[in-house]
């Protein structure tokens, strides 16, 4: 059973057998994922990443998906927020997810192959949507380069990206959550999110990794125009 702190473990660590052939970075990050327990509940339950739990835990909270709604992924591989989504909303909602990367067929979920930056995109999203939707989600990031500063500006590109395509797409009183890096949102872009939503929080879920630099910024109560 998952708890407010996460799964439950047997506390008995798992150690490679042999690094033969391995870096010791490879060696390393082998090891956490034998050994987080998220990993292991998502194998578990059968979601695609351990990734799933970040929203399960935000939803628990917030109350984000409710039956019926509609709901579109962006950045959506390998799918486990997609799946989240689709339990959540039950058959009378939808749950459209997007990714350059292909993705397995999801009960549930509409899924497109294409790059949300495409020009596009949007449209395409627009169409499969049929209308107004109750909530954008999006846990995109960018390929890292290893310069804080650099990765910082690529990934609020991608929220800034997000939160316009939302603004257009929300139906009153949906919600925006989107992957952000921790010192926050940018000033600009925080203005842009209050002005649009009633509530604005960040939030780091017990599911994300402790040595991650990785927040997510909600907006719930949208407010059109």
């Given at each position: 059973m998952m708890s407010r702190k996460g799964p439950a473990t047997d506390g008995l660590k798992t150690r490679l057998k042999t690094a033969r052939g391995r870096t010791v970075a490879s060696q390393k990050w082998l090891e956490r994922q034998l050994n987080d327990p998220y990993v292991k509940a998502a194998k578990a339950k059968g979601y695609r990443s351990r990734a799933a739990f970040k929203l399960i835990e935000v939803d628990q909270k917030h109350r984000l998906l409710k039956r019926g709604a509609i709901v579109i992924d962006l950045g959506a591989a390998p799918g486990g927020w997609a799946q989240v989504a689709a339990d959540k909303v039950g058959p009378q909602g939808k749950v459209i997810g997007i990714d350059i990367l292909e993705m397995d067929p999801i009960p549930g979920v509409t899924l497109e192959c294409l790059d949300f930056m495409a020009e596009e995109a949007p449209d395409r999203l627009r169409a499969l949507a049929g209308g107004l939707v109750d909530v954008v989600l999006s846990d995109m990031a960018p390929n890292t380069t290893g310069h804080r500063e650099t990765d910082h500006l690529r990934i609020m590109a991608l929220c800034e990206a997000a939160l316009a395509f939302a603004i257009e797409i929300l139906r009153p009183g949906g919600a925006f959550l989107c992957k952000v890096r921790q010192g926050g949102t940018e000033k600009t872009l925080l203005d842009?999110?209050?002005?649009?939503?009633?509530k604005v929080v960040h939030i780091k879920p017990p599911a994300s990794r402790a040595d991650s630099t990785?927040?997510?910024?909600?907006g719930t109560g949208f407010r059109a125009g």
């Open positions: 842009l999110l209050k002005r649009h939503f009633a990785e927040m997510y910024v909600l």
